[in-house]
């Protein structure tokens, strides 16, 4: 695999300053990651609607979801969509975490990217029951409160008051990560100083729960909703879906630097694949997973052996947890399981689609900074095709310095390297480059 280089210029290197999280363990990364460590899942029977007539009644909800956050105006916080309630949340708090302010002269070098896989669909579903009813006023007046703005990513970038590029992103189960990745590259190639990405789902609705059980992809074990999400584990029975939002703060090494900021970790290569599948329908295919990792590596710098840790998508899908595991074993080898972790932690928090990858390098981030395996929760018995090190046993301290955050997506792939500044390279300023990456005057 050959990687283009563009000119003699050092690549601007990207970093983490901010994380913020809502999903069913907690609002901070601080109280996921106590969960993880209790051995807590997010998972039980949904309250939202009436699910006696769906085959799956489990999922991670996120408690007292519409409890206003009083850090928003109550006015604003009303209008919002509960998708975009989780999105404003996770990214106020991750802005806070960075210490950033946005001011007129710098908004315009802030770019905001969030991914959704699924729509906010409840006011639709409303206005379509009004509509075949009928009562065609009543469905006009209710759904033109869903004509405005509503995307997360609008909403966070009206929140924040920033000018650069806005964009909301669907691309299935990696669209959080991609979302990441291309913020990653606005920022190298000049476009923003500073990014706010992630991701955002609220789909715990009648339409997504109908719309899911018709692919036979859910987990059906009602009886046992913490149990019921086994990823990699021999019974696992599909996955369980899980809403929230997880967004992190990106900004240029050097604006980092000059900030006097805290560096939580360094995104120093990505990976991107589509599987095409064959005959004009896109499947998942092993190959195409190990070539986003393979990228990832290439493009970091690092090699093989450096990797501490690699966690997995995997959501507790019959085959897609194996198809992964002989990906990353592609990459890594047959021995895989003895040299490198690969947790899976969709037990913990149920699979938040879009917003999964993000919440996954979440919480790699707590852990690289406790110096920390997480556990995969619910492997009980391996599934001997899979063969790989999940760390099933509990929480364990061990080095975490160089991670990787695996997310893929039915044809989708994406593939992110993290190094914890421990790890990362020695930072070479702008003026030693001969000022190719210029700090601007009015610092953000």
Known sequence: MVVPEDSDAPRRRVVVTGVGVVC?????????WQAIEDGRSGIGPITRFDVSGFQTRIAAEVPDADQH???????????????SRFAVSAALSAVQGAGLTFSPQNRGQVAVLIASERPSDD??????????????????????????????????????????????????????????????????????????AGGAEAPLTPLTLAAFQGTDGLSTNNDDPAGSSRP?????????????????????????????????????????????GSGGTPSMDEQQIGQAIQLALVTSGRIRSEIDVLALHAAGSIDGDRIEAVGVKRVFGAATRH??????????????LGASGPLTLAILLEAMHRNKIPTTLNLVEEDPEVDLDANPNGVREDNALVTIVNSTGWAHNAAIVLAHPKA??????????????????EQI
């Open 424 to 441: 990362m390279r020695p930072f070479v300023s702008p003026e030693d480059t001969g000022g190719a990456l210029p700090i601007p005057e």
């Open 123 to 196: 006011l639709l579903c409303e206005g379509a029951r009004l509509l075949a009813a009928g009562d065609v006023a009543s469905a006009a007046e209710l759904l033109a409160a869903d004509t405005g703005p509503h995307a997360p990513a609008d909403r966070v970038a009206s929140l924040l008051g920033v000018t650069g590029p806005v964009l909301q992103i669907e691309n299935h189960s990696t669209g959080g990560l991609d979302a990441i990745i291309e913020a990653v590259a606005m920022i190298r190639r000049g476009d923003a100083l500073v990014a706010v």
């Open 339 to 352: 040299h490198m972790y690969t947790p899976a932690l969709k037990g913990h928090t149920g699979h938040l």
């Open 232 to 276: 990699l584990d021999a019974a696992r029975d599909g996955f369980v879906l899980g809403e929230g939002a997880a967004i992190v703060t990106l900004e240029a090494l050097e604006v980092a630097e000059a900030r006097g900021v805290k560096i939580l970790a360094e995104i120093e290569g990505e990976g991107v694949t589509f599987s095409p």
């Open 69 to 83: 956050d009083e850090r928003f105006d109550k006015h604003y916080w009303d209008q919002l969509d509960l998708r």
């Open 24 to 32: 069913s363990l907690g609002r901070t990364t601080g109280d996921l």
